[in-house]
């Protein structure tokens, strides 16, 4: 019994250490994009950029985002399919352990192994909801009130320009979504790995969890 619960505990310990180092990683990470945003060299000259040059560099710009958009999708998926096959484990968890419970005095190393099961799956559940669940994700277009702007048509504007200045500006802002975007994919991506390797270990987990229990 004793050595059962120091595997429990020991799960626990490196469940957690792990959770701590990912978030603080990604952490890090936001604050680094966040301190590092990219903006067009002050010292291209403008005048000699024109409206092809901008739609060129906008539409690379645009066919990023997109594919950081299909990127989360197929996450999104991913997860999904993941978590159906955890349920499904967790179902079967708990109907075997309602259908062999005979109480607190007649508890087995079964039972401690069921409940254990339980809970690491529930864990794992958990920890990949965030995977699905709406999150600040940036998509193509932007919102007519982003573009219509006194800047973009002041006096001094030279006319020839504002449709240039315009584009240029939704090139930063794209430029800022794709890093945005490919952070989040990133993290995302992790989650989703370390989650399959923990899902990975759970029948070995639970096999030195009977071995430690049966003693």
Do not use: H
């Not at 419970?101 to 401690?112: C, E, L, P, S, V």
């Amino acid at each position: 019994m004793l050595l059962c619960l120091l595997i429990l505990l020991a799960i626990f310990l490196l469940s957690g250490s792990i959770l701590f180092i990912v978030r603080k990683s990604n952490s890090q990470k936001n604050e680094q994009l966040e301190s590092t945003l990219w903006k067009i060299d002050p010292a291209i000259d403008v005048n000699r950029i024109s409206l092809e040059d901008v739609k060129l560099v906008f539409a690379q710009a645009e066919k990023r985002l997109d594919d950081t958009v299909k990127t989360g999708e197929t996450i999104s998926a991913r997860t999904m399919s993941l978590m159906t096959i955890m349920v499904g484990i967790l179902v079967a968890l708990c109907g075997f352990f309602i259908s062999n419970w005979k109480g607190w005095q007649n508890i087995t190393a079964k039972d401690y192994v069921t409940m254990i099961g339980l809970v690491y799956i529930m864990a794992l559940v958990g920890y990949m909801i965030k995977n699905v669940l709406p999150d600040n994700y940036y998509v193509l277009g932007s919102y007519p009130r982003q573009l219509m702007t006194p800047n973009f048509f002041a006096p001094e504007v030279d006319e020839k320009k504002i449709t240039i200045f315009m584009y240029m500006s939704e090139i930063e802002n794209y430029d800022y979504r794709i890093a945005k975007n490919l952070r989040a994919n990133d993290a995302r991506w992790k989650r989703y790995r370390y989650a399959v390797i923990a899902l990975s270990f759970l029948p070995a987990i639970l096999g030195l969890i009977y071995m430690g229990c049966d003693r």
